[in-house]
């Protein structure tokens, strides 16, 4: 079983910043890509950011030069720097990751989900 366990989220003005943290815990023999993922109120779960092992990094359109992710990979860990946000950006952001288990199964998991409030 793998869980994980995101934090950071909050209320923040616009123009402000956040850190979104997760952490990655369980039967994990090796994660791959990792990433975080946002949903609006009435709107389809979009893709914000995503990393692989290797380090090499995608991103919306939306969130290009504003958001930075990076991880830790002896930790398991994907972080997420929000920097000069929008009202737009208001979501709750979710981690995802692929996990290969000890069995040498891949499987994709996901967080509970943190709230991003931004107030104009």
């Known amino acids: 079983q793998v869980q994980l366990v995101e934090s950071g989220g909050g209320l923040v003005q616009a123009g402000g910043s956040l850190r979104l943290s997760c952490a990655a815990s369980?039967?994990?023999?090796?994660?791959?890509?990792m990433g975080w993922y946002r949903q609006a109120p009435g709107k389809q779960r979009e893709l914000v950011a995503t990393i692989t092992s290797g380090g090499s990094e995608k991103y919306a359109d939306s969130v290009k030069g504003r958001f930075t992710i990076s991880r830790d990979n002896a930790k398991n860990t994907v972080s997420l720097e929000m920097n000069s946000l929008k009202y737009e950006d208001t979501a709750v952001y979710y981690c995802?990751?692929?996990?290969?288990?000890?069995?040498?199964?891949?499987?994709?998991?996901w967080g509970q989900g943190t709230q991003v409030t931004v107030s104009s």
């Open positions: 995802n990751a692929l996990v290969v288990t000890f069995r040498r199964l891949e499987y994709k998991y």
């Open positions: 369980g039967s994990i023999f090796s994660v791959n890509d």
